[in-house]
């Protein structure tokens, strides 16, 4: 039951120095005296669409659920703050599916040195949604826009991509000291974490700049997952184009100016690899050329929800 | 699609002065310089609980999905300044109906002065859930907590109550300029939004002050519709029934020093009245006593999610 949920959550949440107040009333209360730009993001994720829940451990579930928030506090070069969490719930079994949603995200939110405020808790007939809303805050460089990248920016990116599903897609690190640690030391254009594939995600970062793209496709940091998902698949994809579309890998992806970007390349100031993949170009739509040279219009496919 | 939704929004929203930046980037980003504490509340509204979407406009649900967050801030007294949105929307008719929501949280957000500013917009095979988080502020008199009454404190409500069901549940007017007047002018110890019915919110503010409570049941200002609603079911529930447990009343229950209550019901200084309807006792337990002066036991019922 609810009151039961939130009894154990009152046990069971660390005390946070931003949290004035916590779970138990109405809403819970912030310090955020020294604040200037707060950040805030929300990502609900659904049962089908996001997890099998017959599949997967929802600890699992839990930590994607705050995961993909702190993803979103990284694409804006953000540090996290606190975060919310409201839960439908199906009536059988909701309680331990609570709680284990709560065990799988708890560690990931002192791994960040994130509040969890509070929440809402919901039983009903229909399937899980998780929604998380987290809090951030901007440092003095302001927030990592996707609409700051100016032609000639090389396109950069972190880790490699591609195949997420076979697992990444829960498991991943979000990117958040990466992003603090680019942003306090080199200077970004514009950023996104690519959560929807390299191709969609590119195109919003050039829509949203006024520009166009080009790819070259010999140089984008292929996971080992994308490879195995291809072998795996044999429908003719290629782990380039599970690369370019699969999405979930919430690596960075990022524009800086060609001096700045070799300098970030040449120091590979991070623990995970840093890629330059092509440049931003004044003409706009997305291209990519490939090891012979032979440049092609990039079809962007991609993740988007689909209603009518 | 959701990037046409995205793009309606932003076509939509009004600028606001918090919002630095709106939808269309992986986060928002709110100016929050001069605020010292921050309010943090969310409510999670799913179909077939909070609402049946073939029996109401989506307008009323969208509206509802703000209103009830506004209550929670006003049940801390505090100014709502922000909010996001969540949506898991059915595949079918998706667009129209996220369409339809927003068409009935945007008034309600202008009137309150809250910024809109982003969301996530899903689709999935289940039905609609709605989630909207909001940002507060406290006022200079800090937040109105559930855990401050005091022994002999009188217990006053704001408006009528029981019955919602029959339509105020969607359309009630959150009590936000109320009970920022009220904490300005008076001494409040206590209080909270009813939303799960007199008798268990009464019972949470007992609890969180270490209390008890005696309602006067004579003294509650039971609405029309709780009479309505009691001769239209026939089944032995009495108007006094439905207002001690119906629940989505949204109306504020206070907890109030004697001399400062008997200064508000003097003075009566809102639109709406306000009645004194009994007082918090050190015993714990909630108890009730009718006109003729008989004590009993109060049964605590109203709503509670269930899910085991």
Known sequence: MESELIAWLRERLPP???????????????????????????????????FVLHEVDARRVGRKALAVNLSDIAAMAGRPLAAVVA????????????????????????????????????????????SVTMLGETTDRGPLRRDGARPGDRILVTGSIGG??????????????????????????AGIDMS???????????RES??????????????????QLAKQLCDGTTPLDHALCDGEDFELLLAVGPDEAERILSEQPLDIPIADIGHFTAQPGLRQTDAAGTTTRLEVGGWEHEFD
Request: charged share 25%; hydrophobic share 45%.
């Open 196 to 206: 929807d594939g390299l191709s969609v995600d590119l195109s919003h970062l050039a």
């Open 87 to 130: 839960l439908a719930l199906p009536r059988k079994g909701g309680m331990r599916l609570a709680v284990e949603l709560y065990e799988g995200l708890l560690p990931l939110a002192e791994e960040f040195d994130v509040a969890i405020a509070g929440g809402d808790t919901n039983a009903w007939d229909g399937p899980l949604a998780i």
């Open 16 to 50: 946070h120095p931003l949290l004035r107040l916590g779970p138990g009333d109405d809403a819970a209360v912030l310090d955020m005296a020294r604040i200037g730009e707060c950040i805030v993001t929300v990502d609900l994720l659904t049962s089908g669409v996001d």
């Open 164 to 189: 997420s599903i076979l697992g990444r897609h829960f498991d991943f690190q979000p990117r958040v000291k990466e992003a603090l640690l680019l942003a306090e030391r080199y200077q970004l254009n």
């Open 210 to 227: 006024g520009l166009g793209a080009e790819l070259r496709s010999d140089t984008i940091p292929i996971a080992e997952d994308a490879h």
